[in-house]
């Protein structure tokens, strides 16, 4: 795989994952049956669907691996359902991300969004600061029946203590919005 210039080494990381997947599925297999021959044409489309079954499946195998090998922070920002936390994960030291939704159900155009970080805390009452938090854009407009996002940018200091902290991420402008925020910091 070509090096291409200008991508972080978590980008680059997961290209070379993605490449040795594809590269799994795309080895040329033995085909365990002869695709034409004494079967009629029942066999040979018998054939052709185990074969295309076999490369799905492979496929498959190959993205859980990959899953598996990025572990939680394959899940940075998603939020499974309504309510449910933006997740980061990082590391002391680390700059954790995660992108922000702001979905607008209503028939008007919502603007000028501004979206802060609350301090987070843990369940021991450990708090981080969260002044270091950065949005970009820092302002969203997010259309009538349209979604919108930025992305939340999160320094973890080096020397936090290793657990989950909790916070919100909050909308001001001409509506009020808050969504809840939940940071690993991993060992």
């Known amino acids: 795989m070509t090096e291409r210039p200008g991508l972080t080494d978590r980008q680059r990381a997961a290209a070379h994952t993605a490449a040795e997947v594809f590269d799994s599925v795309a080895e040329p297999s033995a085909v365990p049956f002869p695709l034409d021959g004494d079967g009629g044409p029942r066999a040979g489309v018998a054939a052709a669907v185990s074969l295309f079954s076999d490369v799905v499946q492979r496929i498959v195998d190959g993205y859980a691996d990959l899953a598996e090998r990025a572990g939680p922070a394959a899940s940075n920002g998603w939020a499974g359902a309504v309510g449910e936390p933006i ?17 607008n159900m209503g028939s ?12 987070l805390t843990a369940a021991d009452g450990t708090e981080l600061a969260a002044g270091s938090a950065a949005f ?3 302002e969203l407009t997010v259309g009538a029946a349209a979604s919108a996002h930025a992305v939340l940018t999160l320094p973890i200091p080096t ?8 916070g ?9 919005a808050a969504l809840p925020v939940r940071l690993v910091v991993l060992l």
Do not use: N
């Open 136 to 138: 970009e854009p820092a």
């Open 168 to 176: 919100h991420v909050l909308g001001g402008g001409e509506i009020e």
């Open 159 to 166: 020397g936090t203590a290793p657990g989950s902290y909790h």
């Open 108 to 119: 008007r155009p919502v603007p000028r969004i501004v979206l802060r970080l609350t301090r």
């Open 87 to 103: 997740t980061l994960h990082g590391r002391p030291g680390e700059t954790a991300v995660a992108s922000v939704w702001i979905h």
